[in-house]
């Protein structure tokens, strides 16, 4: 079964920031698939990722995450 996880991104300006960020949350292990919003700043991630490697691939693409 497969969890949703709700991430606030902060650092995103354009649309070009919000495919990075997917490419980067897709690469993840245990994701099924992504959704990234400009505005309010957020993701949806469908799937069994551990949240820290969540974190750290938004991390690593430029942005700052946390799991609301």
């Known amino acids: 079964m497969s969890d949703m996880i709700h991430l606030k991104i902060t650092g995103m300006t354009c649309n070009h920031c919000v495919m990075h960020t997917k490419k980067a949350l897709e690469s993840v292990s245990g994701v099924e698939s992504v959704e990234v919003t400009l505005e ?19 991390k690593d693409a430029g942005y700052e995450a946390e799991v609301v």
């Open 40 to 58: 309010p700043g957020a993701a949806n991630v469908s799937g069994n990722a551990d949240h820290s490697a969540l974190i750290a691939a938004v």
